[in-house]
């Protein structure tokens, strides 16, 4: 038969889909599993979203402008202006999700052998898109200890190199949660303006931020703005990660004059999707209120419950919906694997995330997991439960 490529053969399994066939098998036996393995919110999506859709009025299902309809990309510069961010229309090109403006950015502004540098453990999809480029990530290690705050300028500094091209950060990040100040964000401003390079941001989490702290975005930054380039998507934000609608978001008129060319060779993005989106940017503005409060009580209750178990130590994280916890195992793979083919509490189990795959540098993670706090609170407190049995039955603890 042919070769496959090697390109296919480098693109690395999802550390957070790979386990799927276990959980399958393990609800055939009959056990309940909780997935905690994956960023899918359970909060319902907004009905306004899917009444624009019903209520359109389409004959045929056209082609969008390869940026996006003209109107939801006027309408999201309202949005944008709600955080203090100025912009107009055409800074704005709508993506088929989130994903597809992160590998947008990367062909657009990196020549395959460039090197991106990216805080690790860093969102595992970031090694496929670079893979898809033929982009290589440089990783920076940030530590569980400190909460995954952003690592020292000075380590960032010392892997720069001729071939290095972009930074990439998730903020508020998955997986950690951790949430980067004004200050960190500043500094790494300082760092791309002297060394000329692109700072992406990747802001899918922008509306999830705790204990009253609010979001700075890159594109609030000072002087910088042909460098920086935001990767946006309503996934997350309105519970619509089905619609598969993102935003590739950079004032660099030349930049996006580049992405176009790869947006008009996909065509264009969904067209009911971005009906959706266009209506989600109507809604009221206490809409996030309510569900802020939700997932800081889910915060609260995993954190609380991982923290109390003996020999796991999980930080307290400012965003987004997701954390990473260590615990006393030698190995996550093995240890997520066994959860689902053999074991049971009370004929119920939990799936989690090996945080091996959300690191670049061989060996770390080994002993973490990353978890999505996306169930009601009874629920979680199941999941911890079945958690807690587990490492008490768990023949690798160390």
Known sequence: MPSIAKRGDAMPASPIR???????????????????????????????????????????????????????RKKSVSYYERFGITLNHNQIM????????????????????????????????????????????VPITSHIESGFALPPIADFEAKISTKTKAIIICNPNNPTGYLYSKAEMEALAELVKKYNLYLFSDEAYREFCYDGATPFSALQLQGV????????????????????????????????????????????????AQIAGEAAIDLPSDYFDAIKDEYTARRNVLVKRLNAMDG???????????????????????????????FSHEGQTVMCAPATGFYATAGLGKNEVRLAYVLQESDLNKAMDCLEAALKQYPGRV
């Not at 004059?257 to 947006?263: I, L, P, R, S």
């Open 312 to 342: 796991v130590f999980c930080p307290n994280p400012g965003g987004a919906f997701y954390a990473i916890a260590k615990l006393p195992i030698d190995d996550a793979d093995v240890f997520c694997q066994w959860l689902l083919e053999s």
């Open 18 to 72: 790979k386990l799927v066939p276990f959980a399958e098998a393990a609800k055939k036996r009959g056990t309940k599993v909780y997935h905690l393995n994956i960023g899918q919110p359970d909060i319902e999506t907004p009905p306004a979203m899917l009444e624009a859709v019903r209520n359109a009025h389409i004959k045929v299902l056209e082609y969008s402008h390869s940026a996006g309809f003209e109107s939801y």
């Open 225 to 272: 703005d042909d460098n920086v380039v935001v990767m946006d998507t309503i996934s997350k934000r309105y519970s619509a990660c089905g619609a598969r609608i993102g935003a590739f978001v950079t004032r660099n008129e030349a930049l996006m004059n580049t992405a176009m060319k790869f947006a008009q060779a996909r065509l264009s993005p969904p067209g009911l």
């Open 94 to 137: 709508i993506t088929t999700g989130g994903s597809e403006a992160i590998l947008f950015g990367m062909m657009a502004c990196l020549d395959p052998g460039d090197e991106v540098i990216i805080p690790e453990p860093f969102y595992a999809n970031y090694n496929g898109f670079a893979v898809a480029a033929g982009v290589n990530i």
